[in-house]
């Protein structure tokens, strides 16, 4: 059974930082891109950046650029999403999720969420 155990979330101040975590197991991580998602209340569900399996590719939307980083420890079959200079617009639930091909547009595996609220 493919499971996501996401961590990290809460509630921060603008220019702050968070970072989230994202430990899955019952699948091969080694082979699988990650990617993180929001989805802001009222808002369609939109990705935030992802990674590959291979070489760690990683590819990040023009509105987290510079400020968020995601990284993988395969050995821990863990990803990160490290968030810095968080702004009240990046308020969502935020979810991991995995598949073959880190740039699909349909990730296979999802996690639960995990909720961001960052005040002004």
């Known amino acids: 059974e493919v499971q996501f155990v996401e961590s990290g979330g809460g509630l921060v101040q603008a220019g702050g930082s968070l970072r989230l975590s994202c430990a899955a197991s019952?699948?091969?991580?080694?082979?699988?891109?990650i990617g993180w998602f929001r989805q802001a209340p009222g808002k369609e569900r939109e990705g935030v950046a992802c990674?590959?399996?291979?070489?760690?590719?990683?590819y990040y939307a023009d509105s987290v650029k510079g400020r968020f980083t995601i990284s993988r420890d395969n050995a821990k079959n863990t990803v990160y999403l490290q968030m810095s200079s968080l702004k009240p617009e990046d308020t969502a639930v935020y979810y991991c999720?995995?598949?073959?091909?880190?740039?699909?547009?349909?990730?296979?595996?999802w996690g639960q969420g995990t909720q961001v609220t960052v005040s002004s």
């Open positions: 999720a995995a598949d073959r091909s880190y740039r699909s547009t349909s990730y296979a595996y």
């Open positions: 990674i590959s399996s291979s070489d760690s590719t990683t």
């Open positions: 019952g699948f091969i991580f080694d082979d699988y891109g």
